[in-house]
């Protein structure tokens, strides 16, 4: 795992020596609780089809991310939030999980890496958060394996109409697969709509990112 690790970080141009070890601590506490906890089905491809896979983000996510505020919506195992601010420390993020079993996975993730000065768990639905939970000064949003994309939009507006947790100029980052299904579900979308192809050390499949734009009302 070590090596497949560290050759991904070089190919993303990141810091070896600084990102490798947080990296491969989350990664173990990931192989130790995923049964407790049922994280993620494949752990087998961990290094590549989950470490790597959200990191491949992290270039978009850095252009997005002007304030450096970033929700996590549906942030299950930490992903893609935990590895984006493990190997980019000017991030601030909250990790919004509304199952109570994998929020106590990720608070034990915030204790155990020493991440509580610039991350927060809130165990949540992410369409019930209120202004006391998130102001409207996140300037960027994630999602990986969540809901479809013109339900996230959707959900993301009703958001910003209570002026709840979503910048009215922020982005959207979501992690997809195909490209057929992302022309599917952004042919209904309003807002401008960007898609990223990008290339995963160690995964094969189609991976893209959509960046959908504000104003979100």
């Known amino acids: ?39 993620i089905a494949d752990l087998e491809r961990l290094t590549t089809h ?21 929700v996590d919506i549906g942030s299950g195992a930490g ?36 991440l509580g000065d610039r991350c927060r768990v809130i165990e949540r639905n992410i369409q019930r958060l209120s202004r006391s939970d998130a102001p409207a000064d996140h300037d960027l949003l994630v999602c990986r394996a969540v809901a479809g994309l013109p339900e996230t939009v959707g959900m993301l507006r009703a958001l910003a109409a209570r002026d709840v947790c979503v910048h009215p100029q922020a982005s959207l980052i979501a992690y997809k697969g195909r490209a057929s299904v992302i022309a599917t579900e952004t042919s209904g979308i309003v807002q401008r709509c960007q898609v990223l192809r990008v290339r995963v050390p160690g995964v094969v499949e189609e991976r893209h990112l959509v960046v959908v734009s504000g104003p979100w009302k």
């Open 79 to 114: 992903l893609p939030g935990v590895p984006l601010m493990l190997a980019a420390p000017e991030l601030q993020v909250t990790l919004v999980e509304r199952s109570a079993r994998r929020a106590r996975f990720l608070r034990l993730v915030v204790n155990e890496l020493g």
């Open 1 to 39: 795992m070590t090596g497949e690790l560290a050759d991904g970080l070089r190919r993303f141009e990141l810091d070896v020596q600084a990102c490798l070890p947080p990296l491969q601590a989350y990664a173990g506490l990931l192989q130790r609780y995923n049964f407790r906890y049922r994280l």
């Open 50 to 70: 989950h470490l790597l896979d959200s990191l491949a983000g992290l270039a978009t996510v850095r252009d997005h991310a002007v304030a450096g505020r970033v």
